[in-house]
């Protein structure tokens, strides 16, 4: 199989502060991850492209500074929101991408920000 | 920019009924996707259909792809309440590519 784990599965925290999302390719290696967001009762929306050991390409209309990617192992890539506020609080899926099973995209279980 | 419509946003079924959901996508596509979401819960996957009149089947869901029609179809058989969720479908380019989600379907199916 392909498993992707995300951590945590839910956070809260207080407006103001950083959160940090991690994705884990746990049985195979992912040089492409993408990060996704989804608000309640709405489609994914692509936020980025990550690339391991290059920069993350971001979509347009997402901020760069705000939402840090860093995808520094073959494994894993993670997703930082800085100074949170309350209208970043949405469902965020992470994908990785599995070369050797056709470039299919296997997906995290989500983490559930909520920023108070 | 590609573009991905699905039809109807919600469908309110009646079990052992039959019931399909469109996927129309604007520009030629490598691979459909179908993926169901429960609430509170993360992508699981369906079905990937790569061809012109790949059809795949999985109990009571079947999907099928036109690319001339630019059309994906996923058909219900005898709808029963633990198909009760949301279901997208997605696009991509080219293989490796980002993809291109529909709004999604929502479906309940009441006894």
């Known amino acids: 199989g392909a498993v992707v784990s995300q951590h945590p599965s839910r956070v809260i925290c207080k407006s103001g502060t950083s959160v940090k999302i991690e994705c884990r390719s746990l049985d195979f290696q992912a040089t492409t991850m993408f990060w996704y967001r989804q608000f309640p009762k709405q489609s994914l929306m692509l936020m980025a492209t990550s690339n391991e050991g290059s920069k993350a390409t971001y979509e347009q209309g997402v901020e760069k500074d705000k939402f840090l990617i860093n995808h520094a192992s073959l494994t894993l890539s993670t997703l930082t929101v800085t100074s949170a506020h309350p209208e970043d609080s949405s469902f965020y899926i992470c994908s990785a991408l599995r070369a050797n099973l056709g470039n299919e995209q296997f997906f995290g279980p989500g983490t559930r920000l909520t920023v108070l | ?111």
């Not at chain 2, 469908?11 to 429960?38: A, F, H, P, V």
């Open chain 2, 1 to 111: 920019e590609l573009k991905v419509e699905q039809n109807p946003l919600f469908l309110s079924m009646q079990e052992g009924k039959n019931y399909t959901i469109y996927c129309n996508y604007s520009t030629t596509s490598d691979r459909l996707y179908w993926y169901r979401q429960d609430p509170g819960k993360s992508l699981e996957s369906l079905f990937v259909l790569l061809s012109n009149g790949a059809v795949k089947q999985e109990g009571r869901l079947m999907a099928s792809l036109d690319t001339k029609a630019r059309l994906s179809t996923l058909h219900i058989t005898a709808a029963v309440h633990d198909l009760s969720a949301t279901y997208f479908c997605a696009v991509d380019k080219a293989a490796g590519n980002k993809l291109t989600f529909g709004g999604g379907t929502r479906v309940l199916v009441k006894p």
